[in-house]
């Protein structure tokens, strides 16, 4: 059940003024006065409802994969949604068998595909994922930084690129 369905903080000012006027002081001059006292108040719950949709909107959101990539398109590219949330491996994993598990790897083969052997150190990646922004989209690069630093976990380290 979420609360941001329900109608908890749903309040209609003028008909609040009608039902705390007694029926005898429900005069069209009395109620159109106690109708402007209550502007202000109006001002103020419009404000608060609005402040409410968008706590709504980052409570939930968080830094899956998923989650941020929508935030992102929702606020830099509504309209066609090409940005992208990729993982920084550069380069595939390869992994060689020992010869209990009777899994041959041929290094120059199957197909006239060669294979590479890495380092660890060249596996290791400075960053965790790549928000990929498409060529054509104008953005800030400091309100993405920092929308993408309010969504992502802590620990996580990013880049963005072009392309």
């Known amino acids: 059940m979420k609360l941001q369905n329900k109608k ?9 003024v009608l039902l705390l006027l007694t029926t005898f002081l429900r005069k ?3 109620v159109a006065f106690a109708t402007v006292l209550v502007t202000p108040i109006k001002e103020m719950y419009q ?3 609005e402040q409410q949709k968008k706590d709504w909107y980052r409570l939930n959101h968080n830094g899956q994969v ?9 606020h830099f590219d509504n309209e066609l949604r ?9 380069y595939e994993r ?7 598990e009777n899994h041959p790897l041929y290094l120059n083969g199957e197909g006239g595909e060669t294979k590479y052997i890495y380092t660890s150190a060249e596996y290791e990646n400075e960053f965790d994922f790549v928000v990929v922004v ?14 993408i630093d309010r969504y992502k976990l802590i620990t996580k380290k990013y880049t963005i690129q072009n392309g």
């Open 8 to 16: 908890y903080y749903s309040i209609n000012f003028d008909k609040l």
């Open 28 to 30: 069209s001059k009395l």
């Open 47 to 49: 404000e608060f409802r």
């Open 66 to 74: 998923f989650s941020l990539r929508k935030v992102l398109n929702d």
């Open 82 to 90: 090409r940005i992208e949330i990729m993982d920084a491996d550069e």
């Open 94 to 100: 390869l992994y060689i068998y020992t010869p209990v």
């Open 134 to 147: 498409p060529l054509e989209l104008a953005y800030n690069t400091y309100k993405m930084r920092g929308l």
